[in-house]
């Protein structure tokens, strides 16, 4: 019911060319077709030249960030419908780090998700906690202070296309995968905060992907979890190879 879903998070990596040379192995090992949505997000100076190279495939292509305002005086800043223009059909909004370095709180995620939902564009809403929560038992607080928060006001209509991220902050890029047990306690949780917050229905359709520190070893058992629907993967999306494992060793 649920379709599966990778997707590889570039960050502030990736030149031009690199980010061409990537798509090319990526398509030369596997043509993507298939029963899972495989989506990529660049840095925005290589939206363009991926999507040229995708075309003709089933990859899709995400923006990492957006303006909290639609257009007009922000210099350095990218709209929701400029990523809608460029080729996105994905957005990641609430990433750990934004929240951190540029300090953006759960009141900007909010105004960004309803301007991501205007554009058209499917959100994939990052939540997690840090260790000194999970270790003092704050873990559901936190994620259900975020959601709350970053979700509210949105309709029904707009909610249809929304993801949820499962991101502890301890697991991002630090090599320390959460374990299949620890992710399902916590998918579990935002599965049942799905149906006691936006209804049964919206619950069954919302896919919920984890993300930290994801490898080819570390998918197939995170993926056999029942409430685990895709992945975010990070450091290993750089290497079309080693994002590529992932996809074949998890479907
Ligand atoms: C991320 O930052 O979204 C992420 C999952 O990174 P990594 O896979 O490198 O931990």
Redesign the pocket.
Known sequence: MRRPIVVG?W?MNMLISSSRKWVEELLNISDCAGTIDIVVAPPFTSISVVRQYLEGSKVLLAGQNLASIAEGAQTGEISANMLKDAGCDYVILG?S?RRQYQRESDGLINKKIFLACQSGLNVIL?VGESMGERNSDKTNDVIERQLTACLEGLSEDQLNSLSI?Y?PIW????GNTANPNQVQDVHGFIRSWCEKSLGKSLSRVTRILY????NSQSSPALMAQPDVDGL??????LRSKSFYDIIKSSF
């Open positions: 998070n960050k990433h780090e990052c991220a991101e697991a991002i890029g630090t993300g930290g520190s994801v975010l993967v990070g450091g290993a999306s």
